[in-house]
């Protein structure tokens, strides 16, 4: 059997025992041997009775593995019921050869951390942006036709990852009706038909060269699985969806939307190493947490040996305090920890959502003006988009579960071509003409912080590490005053328009200087821009 390098290997095998409770009786351990004697171990999964057995029937277990190198695997089956010869001591092999397609994911290989640990590679190197959109109930309410859609107009709006939750959680009860991925809070049961009958939108996310983003343990509210489930059980449902679902390329959001501080934060370390083990050795899909908003958690978990980047949710405010939150708290403070992590703003403004503090709904220039914040307060790795037609995902307009305070929300095909999204197709192209994984925050560049005042007049600045590129990001136009010597050398700049992709004429910089000194740039109009300054020497 042949297998593409990055793809995904799948076997099956039928219990020769009829267990009681098979998600919690047996565990089924698969170890690949690779060409060069690298040993994997993948968990198997119990995939429920056969398709014509009844409930005392034995049942169908199922391990994916995704090779990371080209050559013979060979492969055992260790199971914790020795005499069940269904499952124990079984093997095979398979001959994993070069991917010859276009799919970036199987190209270029598994995500991981770049050589600074500041953003984003795939195995060969390249770089990788993240562009996310919160689709969180797309996997669970979506049709096959829909979701592929979907997935094929944000891959051609330049998304690179999609996220979405993987069980009932607050934002999906009476929407699913009886469906349900487990029951119970304690020796739980588990459905595996409600996986099964998902799998393939989750397959599909990435047959469109996209990254699946699943949140593993939505944890809100107190029927949420990350509150109510015990820490075993939610170790235990944890673990069988990544074993499902792991061969996948996908990131993992181990908690979504909680509250992880204080003496909650001892429980998730506890999670998400009886999940993902006590060593980043052998583990080959990224991991994080999504926390509730205006939380940082960075420096509860930075050290945790499961843990690989920072996200955070600046959320869904307009007050002066929740903007400083975001350009003068800890996403700009405390981005520069030990060891080194990429930081990710996983939930900035949604387009259209009402905001918490003024009676209005916010649009896409608050989008693009907290998704530009967020990308150079910090290294920038990646940002996330989010709108309500899209996360809640109606066929018809509905008050969508757990959240009536949003209104009425449309059906989801009115969230794919909105305004806020084109800005973020935009925002992509726009650090791809430079070498964005070498931007650094650079406030210095600033003779001036007009934020310093009245927060939405706040300028971000940015330069690249070899001080030939700088950045600063102007939300209501108007002047900015640079200090010239923290510029790079003979500067010339051009103005970006953000809302329409469009670039002015490259000028030197001193063309630009008002009257009113030296280092004073005024730009087109009173909208937000993006001010390019380049050095004018040659390299």
């Not at 060069?36 to 391990?63: L, T």
């Not at 739980?188 to 038909?193: A, G, K, Q, R, W």
């Not at 002047?479 to 010239?484: A, I, Q």
Request: aromatic content about 12%.
């Amino acid at each position: 059997m042949d297998i593409a390098i990055w793809t995904v290997f799948e076997t099956a095998l039928e219990s020769e025992t009829a267990y009681e409770n098979p998600f919690w009786d047996v565990d089924l351990l698969v170890r690949f041997t690779g060409p060069e004697g690298q040993v994997k171990e993948i968990d198997a999964f119990w995939d429920g009775v056969p398709a014509d057995g009844d409930s005392d029937a034995p049942s169908r277990w199922v391990v994916r593995f995704s090779p990371d190198a080209v050559g013979q695997w060979r492969w055992e089956t260790i199971c914790s019921d020795r005499g069940n010869a269904g499952l124990h001591d079984h093997r095979g092999e398979f001959t994993c050869v070069p991917y010859e397609g276009e799919n970036p994911l199987y190209r270029y290989g598994a995500l991981t951390l770049s050589e600074d640990r500041r953003s984003f590679t795939w195995a060969d190197g390249s770089h990788f942006f993240w562009l996310a959109d919160t689709a969180w109930n797309g996997v669970l309410r979506s049709g096959e036709e829909d979701w592929a859609r979907y997935l094929a107009v944000r891959r051609d709006q330049g998304f690179s990852v999609v996220q979405f939750v993987s069980t009932q959680w607050r934002g999906a009860s009476e929407a699913l009706g009886g469906d349900r991925a487990f029951t119970g809070t304690e020796r739980i049961t588990v459905f595996p038909e409600f996986f099964r009958s998902r799998e393939a939108r989750v397959a599909a996310i990435n047959e469109v060269g996209l990254v699946a983003a699943p949140i593993i343990l939505w944890a809100v509210w107190e029927s949420d699985p990350g509150l109510a489930l015990t820490e075993a059980d939610a170790v235990r449902l944890a673990r069988y969806i990544v074993a499902r679902w792991g061969a996948y390329h996908v990131i993992w959001f181990l908690g979504g939307d909680g509250n992880y501080l204080d003496e909650r934060a001892e429980r998730w370390c506890h999670i998400g190493r009886g999940v993902f083990g006590e060593s980043r050795e052998g583990r080959d899909r990224l991991v994080t947490m999504h926390p509730g908003g205006q939380t940082w958690i960075g420096e509860l978990f930075r050290q945790e040996p499961w843990y690989d980047f920072i996200g955070y949710q600046s959320g869904h405010g307009s007050s002066e305090e929740h903007l400083r939150w975001l350009i003068e708290g800890p996403p700009a403070m405390q981005w520069d920890g030990d060891p080194v992590l990429p930081v990710v703003n996983l939930e900035p403004n949604y387009e259209g959502h009402p905001s918490y503090h003024v009676d209005r709904r916010f649009t896409d220039y608050e989008v693009r003006r907290a998704a530009y914040w967020s990308l150079l307060l910090t290294p920038p790795a990646g940002v996330s988009y989010g709108t309500n037609p899209i996360w809640v995902w109606p066929e018809v307009p509905e008050l969508p579960d757990g959240h009536p305070n949003i209104g009425l929300v449309e059906p989801w095909e009115q969230g794919l071509l909105l305004p806020g999204i084109r800005s973020m197709t935009i925002l992509r192209a726009f650090f791809e003409v430079m070498p964005w994984w070498t931007l650094q925050p650079a406030p210095e560049l600033l003779a001036a912080q007009p934020g310093a005042a009245d927060p939405t007049d706040f300028i971000a600045a940015a330069k690249t590490q070899d001080g030939r590129q700088a950045i600063a990001y102007l939300p209501k136009g108007g002047l900015v005053r640079f200090n010239l010597d923290r510029l790079p050398p003979s500067p010339v700049m051009r103005w970006f328009d953000p809302r329409a992709g469009r670039w002015t004429d490259l000028r030197p910089l001193a063309e630009a200087v008002n009257g009113d000194g030296a280092g004073s740039v005024i730009a087109p109009d009173q909208q937000d821009w993006l001010l390019l300054v380049e050095s004018g020497e040659s390299a």
